[in-house]
């Protein structure tokens, strides 16, 4: 098995300082009557907002309330709202027992609720929960502790204007450029070097607006391409090795070469453009 160089995921500072004040100005009680309790950290998908949110949540040693969007429906009224504001209580109490910060976490928040037009029904459900988050924003001196909420959305103008408005909810909008979409690629790519990553980056976009794709490729374009790239060599290795018994052989492990990168990341680019003009046909 070859060993893979470790290096470490990139963050952006600009991020990690967005994140880290919000945690921070909560549980201050110099700043924390004034500071919004929901942050929204907004952009892009694909591009590392929900990975960098919990890498920077784990540095500060924060335990993790997260709420899965998928509880967001409820065949009874009122079931959705409960669950997050008991969620929020759990981690309420996890503090006071504790005195370990904590925090609500909620990813694709926007898909869940936000107003997408004639896709869009709006609920009872829907109606509560955006009440119960603009109950928990509104600052409320009875409370022991204001614990933070941090939600990840594509399109923040999807959700409820009451909600965003200032003193409840503040923003911190993630659209890496070059430079920051470089480093994250040679996170995940931490064998290549750093010149190496700079080209694919800008190979790969250049064959992205050739085959007439709207989009540059996010991160999780590359996250893919690096889970493929290893598989016609694994494909090889499994034919080669019979297994002895049940189960994944050992030692199948491949090592891809920037030549198996590219092969894997230009496939995908042509099944992506395939997958757009089938959609359009329809």
């Known amino acids: 098995m070859v060993k893979t160089a470790t290096v470490a995921p990139y963050i952006s500072e600009e ?3 967005a994140v880290t004040l919000h945690i921070y100005k909560l549980y201050d009680q110099r700043f924390s ?3 919004p309790l929901i942050l929204c950290v907004h952009g892009p998908s694909g591009e ?3 990975f960098q949110c919990q890498h920077i949540l784990r540095d500060l040693q924060v335990e993790l309330f997260q709420i899965d969007i998928s509880s967001f429906e409820d065949k009874h009224a009122g079931v959705p709202a409960k669950t997050i504001r008991d969620r929020y209580n759990d981690a309420v109490s996890f503090y006071q027992k504790c005195s370990h910060w904590s925090c609500v976490f909620i990813n694709d928040f926007d898909l869940a609720i936000g107003n997408f037009g004639q896709l869009h029904q709006y609920t009872v459900n829907t109606q509560q929960i955006n009440g119960v988050l603009m109950s928990l924003a509104d600052y409320d001196p009875s409370r022991p502790v204001r614990v933070p909420i941090v939600i990840t ?7 409820y204007k009451p909600l965003i408005r200032a003193g409840r909810m503040q923003s911190y909008f993630w659209d890496p450029n070059r430079e920051d979409k470089c480093k994250m690629v040679q996170g995940v790519f931490p064998d290549r070097t750093s010149s190496e990553c700079v080209k694919l980056v ?3 976009e250049q064959e992205a607006k050739r085959l007439g794709l709207s989009v540059v490729p996010p991160i999780s374009f590359y996250s893919a391409v690096a889970n493929s ?5 694994l494909w090889e290795s499994l034919n080669r090795q019979a297994p002895t018994r049940p189960g994944v052989p050992q030692n199948l492990m491949t090592h891809p070469t920037l030549k198996d990168i ?3 990341g230009m496939n995908r680019l042509q099944e992506i453009a395939r997958g757009n003009r089938s959609y359009l046909e329809v």
């Open 33 to 35: 009557m004034g500071a």
């Open 153 to 159: 959305c594509n399109d923040m103008t999807k959700l």
């Open 229 to 233: 790239a290893p598989d016609n060599a």
């Open 202 to 204: 800008q190979d790969f």
């Open 15 to 17: 991020f990690r300082k």
């Open 262 to 264: 590219y092969e894997a």
């Open 48 to 50: 590392g907002k929900t």
